[in-house]
């Protein structure tokens, strides 16, 4: 099966969780034998799409008037838009109507969890078969045994006994960056360090007016190569996940499988996926957040069971069955087309 896997304006999004699903599947499919095309204008049997911009959109249409099924991926939606860059909140609604539009330019649409579907199929259009494959994790590249656990500490200069949380995302506040500003305030005695970064020309005054404003005990470290990420998982005390909406979190499924102890927001995407107190702990405050902080720092026995757990919970998305799925979609698309 050779199958075209298309990003448009991929440069620009290589370090975001779009970048990493984009290698998931890249890496998955190869596994299995599949011959990954980039050219638009080669042979294939299939094309998977993997983002909703008008060149995209017109790619999906010419290649379907060249008799090829189109696979769309639908990674965002309107709710994950909202509360991101300056003035989304404003384009939200025509967000809305382009995503419909562009989603609709596929024979089949892909997007990561039962919850992003349900988002989806509460708009009002017709959309072509839905199916839910996750975005996955690398178990091979996120191995916790393949990391040293003492070299973020010794990299950031933290004592061994410094207790220390990390947070990863864009400077957004839907990742729930002001927040951890403020968490930082309050717990001036736990250090946190905050990974990835956002151009200051893209979000609105007030976030980064707070960014410059942040307490010492709140490090912004920007991008860093993905060897010191990794090194951040295993070596920090939790993973804080405040974010308010996602369609899947690929920085989440990277901490569970880093067996790193994981504080997530307690929003409807996790309620039936984790469990509070069984694979991760849940907050929904502040006050909460700093409170599972210090639980877990107060119970290693626990937090080791609970880590586990999350680490069995998540080998359900590794790469090798998401592969699978994905060629399942193509072949059920590539049947239902030569049918018609």
């Known amino acids: 099966m050779r199958v075209l896997l298309y990003t448009e304006l991929e440069h620009l999004v290589r370090k ?15 596994a299995l034998g599949v011959e990954i ?11 998977h799409i ?16 060249r008799g090829i099924p189109v696979v769309m991926h639908a990674h965002s939606t309107m709710e994950d838009f909202k509360h991101s860059f300056t003035g989304s909140n404003f384009l939200a609604p025509a967000f809305k109507r382009w995503l419909c ?13 039962e919850y992003a579907k349900s988002i989806l199929t509460s708009y009002p259009v017709d959309f072509p078969p839905i199916h839910v494959i996750s975005n996955g994790i690398d178990l091979d590249k996120f191995n916790r045994d393949l990391v040293d656990p003492t070299a973020f500490r010794i990299r950031r200069n933290f004592a061994p006994d410094q207790l220390v949380v990390i947070c ?14 403020e968490l ?82 307690d929003i409807p995407i996790y309620a039936d996926w984790v469990r509070d107190g069984v694979e991760v702990l849940k907050g929904r405050s502040n006050q909460e957040f700093a409170q599972k902080i210090h639980w877990l720092h107060e119970h290693p026995k626990e937090r ?20 699978q799925e994905l060629m399942a979609v193509y072949q059920k698309v590539m049947d239902t087309h030569q049918a018609l």
Request: aromatic share 10%; hydrophobic share 40%.
């Open 304 to 323: 080791k069971e609970m880590v586990e757990r999350a680490y069995q919970k998540v080998c359900e998305n590794n790469l090798q069955i998401i592969g």
């Open 168 to 181: 990863v995302g864009l400077w957004i506040e839907r990742k729930g960056i002001m927040d951890v500003i």
């Open 184 to 265: 930082a305030k309050q717990e001036p005695g736990v250090q946190f360090v905050w990974y990835g970064e956002t151009k200051r020309w893209q979000i609105p005054t007030r976030v980064s007016r707070a960014i410059d404003e942040a307490p010492d005990n709140l490090l912004f470290a920007g991008y860093v190569d993905p060897k010191f990420l990794r090194q951040a998982y295993v070596g920090a005390d939790a993973f804080l996940f405040p974010t308010y909406e996602e369609t899947e979190g690929i920085v989440l499924l990277e901490a569970m499988a880093l067996k790193a102890p994981v504080i997530v927001r």
């Open 50 to 65: 993997n983002t909703y911009y008008p060149q995209s959109c017109r790619l999906a249409h010419q290649i379907k008037k």
């Open 37 to 47: 095309v980039k050219d638009p204008h080669a042979d294939f049997d299939i094309a």
């Open 16 to 30: 975001s969780g779009l970048g990493r699903a984009i290698k998931h599947q890249e890496k998955a499919l190869k």
């Open 101 to 113: 539009y562009a989603y609709r330019q596929g024979d089949a649409i892909i997007t990561p969890t």
